[in-house]
């Protein structure tokens, strides 16, 4: 009796191993979907180019300080104006950090004209710093900065051809230099393909490397 017990015992378990490598194999060998991106073309960026104040103190008596974080790259300007002086000409000593570095100069403006200090940034960089006035009766600046940014629009067309035996989902990324400007998800039949156009969006104007990626998919 207790040969049989173990006997039966053993037929189970051959039953139960059976099962369930059938189930993985069945599970292996299941058709699926096979998407594929081509015909990859990107169009003329459309640029938008702009220059404005992002910072205005207006005019500043003896010292003031400043900090600005750019939405935006670009090339902005510390902007020291004595254009309301007719006869006395400003000095002024400015300090100021981007990115971890400190920077010391100062700018001599003569009376009804302009002056300017460079700083690049890119989208989300800071740039604080401090600054002193001499000369004239007032010890006094009309201080702003001025940013010179570009953003684009980015069209594109490709087409996704599904080599595999059964329909499914393919989800889709434009990328400029690897990152995500535009997504979506798509339905495609087996062994059809689906052309897709659309547009991608930039924070600047710069050369940029574009590329369509299948990011998933899975049968539908």
Known sequence: METRTKVLSVVVLLVLVVGAASAYYVLEVAPQPDMQVTAIQSGT??????????LSQGLVSNSG???YTANLTGSYYLTFGNSFSVFSSKN???TYTVAGKQYKTGVSVGAGATQTIFVGLPSGGQVTGNYSVSGGSGNDIDFSIVGNT???TVPFSFTI???GSVGGYASLAYQSDGSSIWTNRYYVAAGQQLPVSGSGNLLDCNTHTFAAVV???QKG
Request: aromatic share 4%; hydrophobic share 30%.
């Open 92 to 94: 002024v000593g400015v």
């Open 150 to 152: 570009c953003t684009e």
């Open 161 to 163: 051809v599904n080599s």
């Open 65 to 67: 300080s400043f900090s």
């Open 45 to 54: 960026p459309v640029q938008a180019p702009q220059t404005q104040t992002v």
């Open 215 to 217: 990011t998933a998919q």
